[in-house]
């Protein structure tokens, strides 16, 4: 059809309006706290605004260390005085999904540790703590939310990709890739996952922590893989709560990595990893909170395979994030300096000779005092090489005859006696 010239000055001003609504948008999305975002589609010669507006409010270093100075504020009035706002997320769905090795279900694991990290923070003022589920069952916040919300959700998903893509095709982003390849999650978990980022942006979470252990394909799942090791994911530099995650991340990765390795899996090893893709911590732009997403260890590595021995680990994973969260907002703080740096020690070793092929509780024990004292693991072996995995091998006998060396303890060389375990009561960690 033949266009009429008023036709003709009708798009030529619907463009120049377009494209500075364009300008607009790239010029607000490098001040991503005082953005409000609209989604733009161009099809063919006309213009079309969507009409949904997405309005972000990603957290910064600063905010969120104001609210942990006044949690403890005295002049600040109970209407006025905030906390720090933490949202805690088991990998996973209650019965459902998740790595599987033996008779250990990752998606249980995480429960655990987010249990413990919950409690660890709940007894510091600081802190108003969230937990998204049990073993059993969803949170009744999060049930009544998915239930109530779940088309919103829908629609808030679809026009966060549309948003984040709208940007990426003017040129005001660029999509970057995944350099580690990740399991998709069915459609109804993914919306669920994205429907707990739109509650922690709705209720004004700072930050939120995602919860998984690891594993790697293999074609014979019954026997253990050949990686071990912590990881941290977090958002990738094109999104508004990268910068602010990172800086948190750091400080929990320092914690974790004294008496934890880091991840040996391709892609994983640089221990932080910049990802753009996962739905948990922010994917197509969409969490304000600061959001990581911690792969602990791998499922089948030995030092879970005991309960007694697994109870103690993964406590003491969280107890690990605790302290790292404390060294972000405060490493000189007095509630750092009074905690011993990991949740084993004191240990109260129960006088029983361990020698080599003891295995539990107490030789975890042993090994995270040795690793604290510096001599675990052995000379020529890294952490990934000799972890803390309960049992009595050649990694714990030569460190302990390094140990004995050094303190000069004779007559119970490669064995844990009576002298040794003096010593290792009195080791100040």
């Given amino acids: 059809m033949e266009k009429s010239k008023k036709d003709f000055n009708g798009l030529i001003v619907a463009s120049i309006v377009g494209g500075v609504f364009v300008i607009a948008l790239g010029v607000f999305y490098i001040f991503p706290n005082q953005i409000l975002y609209a989604l733009v589609a161009i099809k063919g010669a006309g213009i079309q605004l969507a009409s949904v507006v997405l309005r ?25 005085q905030k906390k720090v ?16 090795y033996a008779s250990l279900k990752e998606r249980d694991m995480t429960v655990e540790l987010g249990m413990y990290l919950r409690k660890f923070l709940e007894n510091d003022s600081h802190y108003e ?29 679809k026009a966060s990709r549309e948003e984040f893509s709208s940007l990426v095709s003017l040129g005001s982003v660029a999509r970057t890739v995944s350099t580690v390849v990740h399991n998709n999650a069915p459609k109804s978990v993914a919306l669920r996952l994205y429907g707990i980022t739109k509650w922690a942006n709705e209720n004004a979470i700072d930050i939120t922590i995602h919860i998984h252990f690891n594993d790697n394909p293999r074609r014979n799942t019954s026997i253990a893989g050949k990686y ?48 753009p893709d996962l739905i948990a911590i922010g994917a197509n732009n969409t969490a304000d909170s600061a959001s990581m997403l ?11 395979q005991d309960s007694q021995v697994s109870s103690l ?19 000189s703080t007095s509630a750092t300096r009074s905690l011993p740096d990991t949740s084993i020690l004191p240990y109260e070793w129960s006088g029983t000779l361990l020698d080599y092929n003891s295995s ?50 004779t007559g119970e060389t490669g064995v844990v006696g009576k002298k040794t375990l003096v010593v290792l009561k009195g080791l100040d960690l």
């Fill in 56 to 80: 972000h409010d990603f957290r910064s270093v600063a905010e969120i260390k104001s609210n942990y100075a006044d949690a403890i504020n005295t002049n600040s009035s109970l209407q006025t």
């Fill in 85 to 100: 706002r933490i949202l805690i997320v088991p990998g996973h769905e209650p019965g459902y999904g998740g790595s599987e």
């Fill in 129 to 157: 703590v969230f937990i998204t589920r049990d073993t059993e069952v969803w949170h009744p916040d999060f049930t009544m939310y998915f239930k109530n919300n779940w088309t919103d959700i829908a629609e808030w998903t």
């Fill in 228 to 275: 071990s090791g912590f990881s941290i994911y977090v958002p990738a530099s094109q999104y508004g709560n990268s910068s602010t995650t990172r800086v948190i991340a750091s400080t929990i990765f320092n914690r974790l990595g004294k008496y934890n390795s880091v991840s040996n899996l391709k892609g994983e090893s640089v221990g932080i990893i910049d990802e």
């Fill in 294 to 304: 911690i792969e602990y260890s791998y499922i089948y590595e030995p030092q879970f």
């Fill in 313 to 331: 680990a993964i406590k003491d994973l969280a107890f690990q994030t605790y302290l790292g969260l404390q060294d972000f907002f405060d490493p």
């Fill in 360 to 409: 539990g509780q107490e030789v975890y024990a042993l090994q995270t005092a040795m690793m604290g004292d510096g001599v675990y693991p052995p000379l020529g072996k890294d952490k990934n090489d000799c972890s803390r995995s309960g049992g009595f091998g050649p990694c714990t006998r030569a460190s302990l005859e390094a140990f004995q060396n050094k303190y000069k303890i």
